[in-house]
T-cell receptor, first 110, second 113 residues
């Protein structure tokens, strides 16, 4: 079982819709969770961090964490074509190691 | 401007010719790390450093060396590059390495022929 799993996609949504990106992790004692966005050929950039159960909102982005289910998600409201990118989930495990998923490619069509 | 600077951005070399990729950060971060990114495999950690003179192996350290003589610099050394080290490399830093998020450099695309 991979430490951090994401569906590779692509996830296709129309402009204005809600995009839902999901991530599961295997280490039950993981404490910190991050979502990065990566445009093709560019470096990852941090979108959200979340540390406790529940929802955290920042503009059009909402991160959701459920530690009991070992699940973290990212919702993007009012999706724009400029949101088309690969979204990387990263989890800091109990060994203080940051593990990245392989990413979900999001395509937002005009 | 707060940033992580990697050089060079692109590098083409031949098997066995030693090379160094430099990384520097101006944010006084304690934690620095090197990743390689390959299609289908995602970001994999090569080496990391918790502070000056403190380095440790990540998931894929074979064929690489690092040093952390100064807080701001964390060079990646390939003593004898091989074609399987052709990849996109990222240097990253964070304030403490525990709950603080990573800041990435712009990447170095390395091709070894």
């Amino acid at each position: 079982q991979k430490e951090v799993e994401q569906n590779s996609g692509p996830l296709s949504v129309p402009e204005g819709a809600i995009a839902s990106l999901n991530c599961t992790y295997s280490d039950r004692v993981s404490q910190s969770f991050f979502w990065y966005r990566q445009y093709s050929g560019k470096s990852p950039e941090l979108i959200m961090s979340i540390y406790s159960n529940g929802d955290k909102e920042d503009g059009r982005f909402t991160a959701q964490l459920n530690k009991a289910s070992q699940y973290v998600s990212l919702l993007i409201r009012d999706s724009q074509p400029s949101d088309s990118a690969t979204y990387l989930c990263a989890v800091r495990t109990g060994f203080q190691k940051l593990v990245f998923g392989t990413g979900t490619r999001l395509l937002v069509s005009p | 401007e707060a940033q992580v600077t990697q050089n060079p951005r692109y590098l083409i070399t031949v098997t066995g010719k030693k090379l160094t990729v430099t990384c520097s950060q101006n944010m006084n971060h304690e934690y620095m790390s090197w990743y390689r990114q390959d299609p289908g495999l995602g970001l994999r950690q090569i080496y990391y450093s918790m502070n000056v003179e403190v380095t440790d192996k990540g998931d894929v350290p074979e064929g690489y060396k690092v040093s952390r003589k100064e807080k701001r610099n964390f060079p990646l050394i390939l003593e004898s590059p091989s074609p399987n080290q052709t990849s996109l490399y990222f240097c990253a830093s964070s304030l403490t390495g525990s709950n603080s998020p990573l800041h990435f450099g712009n990447g170095t695309r390395l091709t070894v022929t």
